[in-house]
């Protein structure tokens, strides 16, 4: 579908699309904020601002997709060219296509490259990441504190003695 006539409802379609809320919207496309909220509602139910929007949606969320799925893909083809050339000897050709030589085996290229594809594929976890069932009785207690001071951590960033006192408080609790 083209652009709505409207040119404010088209702004109004674009800023809701681009995350703004229907309100903000409303305003942003120079409506008064004035009723903003029950105005934006209104306008979202008319139908060919409701079709412009699922169509605005849909195209951005593609563009998304095919943007991430293209750079992911043009990343592992080239890792997996990257392997190849250093594992094996493969021509090296001038402009005309003629055979001037052979790449040369590349251990640390090759290393790398499997090494980034393999961490892609999941085939490699950290050493230090637990192995966990699920279950708190299956971790060691040092695993235990390790969690709970990252939980802390992540809750009181930069803040030591708030940290500090949220482990103190968990220690003291019945249930560990």
């Keep these: ?43 979202l139910q008319k139908v060919a601002v409701e079709t412009r929007l699922k169509d605005l949606q849909t195209e951005a969320d593609r563009s998304t997709l095919e943007r991430i799925s293209l750079s992911r893909e043009w990343v592992l083809e080239g890792l997996k060219m990257v392997a190849k050339r250093c594992m094996e000897p493969e021509p090296v050709r001038d402009s005309k296509g003629r055979e001037i030589g052979f790449y040369t085996f590349q251990a640390a290229g090759a290393n790398r490259a499997l090494e980034l594809l393999g961490k892609e594929l999941g085939m490699f976890r950290d050493k230090n990441t637990p192995i966990w069932d699920g279950r708190l009785e299956s971790l060691t207690a040092e695993q235990r504190d390790r969690i709970l001071h990252d939980l802390a951590e992540a809750e009181f960033p930069g803040d030591p003695d708030a940290v500090g006192k949220a482990l103190a408080a968990v220690k003291d609790s019945p249930v560990q």
């Design 1 to 43: 579908m083209s652009a709505l006539s409207n040119p404010r409802h088209e702004l109004f379609v674009k800023a809701v699309v681009g995350g703004a809320s229907p309100a903000e919207a409303y305003i942003s496309a120079g409506f008064s904020a004035t009723g903003a909220a029950g105005a934006a509602r209104r306008l």
